[in-house]
DNA sequence: TAATAGCCGAGTAATTCTGTCAAGTATTAG
DNA sequence: CTAATACTTGACAGAATTACTCGGCTATTA
């Protein structure tokens, strides 16, 4: 219940991906294809969907590839997930570009409504970096460091 | 994104339909389908996946319908999903029913798992005597009446 | 100017969703 | 005992969505 596509599974992946390489320039979809496992052909579709809403930009011809438009912290979980698949809408009667008939008196409406909410702050508080420091965090946790404030939660278990 | 399934929506709906007739005895299929606009055959398929499972009685013959097994607190909106859409997976690499190759080093893993646990969580705390009070809420709200607790949630807007 | 790398639109196989349909079985009122 | 009521069960099918692939193009730079 409550899936994810793959393509924004992969969505995320990629922009973990160009995060990290950072320090490097530009990553090419050929990296991100071979680190993330995931076809070349998909992630240009996944990839131009990114560029055009402003989340990542590209840099064409040799030595170009993809960084991000702004920096880890500023770019959630939740504006990658939207791009590549709508807003949060757990119901069609609660998607925006849709709407609903029976809206008063619906008393799951509300739930589901609640439940978005939920969701969906969930979504826009986590980051890039929160994704990027929790990867820090599993190479090197057996060293005793420091652990970032909202990885804890990803370690519960 | 996260879309729930009709299957699972008009679930919920039929449950509260049957929760709601509890002085009246047992709740028929016709009943629901008139008051929740869901085709009976559909329903019987639905219903017969709840009673399956557990969640509802039924009676046959005249006079006849459905009943819930236990009462309304006891039977949490996760429950019911759980039996009509399997269990919460945003990726197929967290269903018990699937598994995953890549588990470790895969922050975006822990990142899902967190997510689905809140969602979990949410939809097992949410009962249908939530729904039950929500809705005489809704029916009297005009009138100044103390609102039950978890309802006030649902009436933040 | 050739090699690199992204850009773009169309198409398609597989899967899942959202139901319908037909033919039962159990129960009870009369 | 029988007719009407209601639930039971399994199969099936059309529509929608997903998860991709493919072919050809454009921009940049060494």
Redesign the interface.
């Known amino acids: 219940?409550?899936?994810?596509?793959t393509k924004?599974?992969y969505g995320?992946?990629a922009m973990?991906e160009i995060a990290r390489g950072i320090s490097r320039g530009p990553t090419t979809i050929k990296e991100i294809s071979e680190r993330q496992d995931v076809s070349v052909a998909y992630l240009e579709q996944i990839l131009n969907t990114l560029r055009k809403a402003g989340l990542i930009s590209s840099v064409r011809g040799p030595g170009g590839g993809y960084v991000l438009s702004r920096s880890p912290e500023k770019i959630s979980?939740g504006a990658i997930?939207?791009e590549l698949?709508?807003?949060?809408?757990?119901?069609?009667c609660l998607d925006p570009r849709e709407g609903c008939l029976r809206v008063d008196?619906c008393?799951?409406h509300?739930?589901?409504?609640?439940?978005g909410e939920?969701?969906e702050s969930?979504?826009d508080d986590?980051t890039l970096k929160d994704?990027l420091e929790?990867?820090d965090l599993?190479?090197t946790q057996r060293r005793g460091r420091r652990q970032p404030e909202k990885i804890r939660?990803?370690?519960k278990?």
Chains 1, 2 share one sequence.
């Open positions: 219940m409550l899936r994810l596509s924004g599974q995320v992946r973990f979980i997930l939207r698949e709508g807003p949060v809408a757990i119901t069609s008196g008393v799951t509300l739930l589901w409504k609640a439940l939920n969701i969930f979504l986590m994704l929790g990867n599993m190479a939660m990803l370690h278990s």
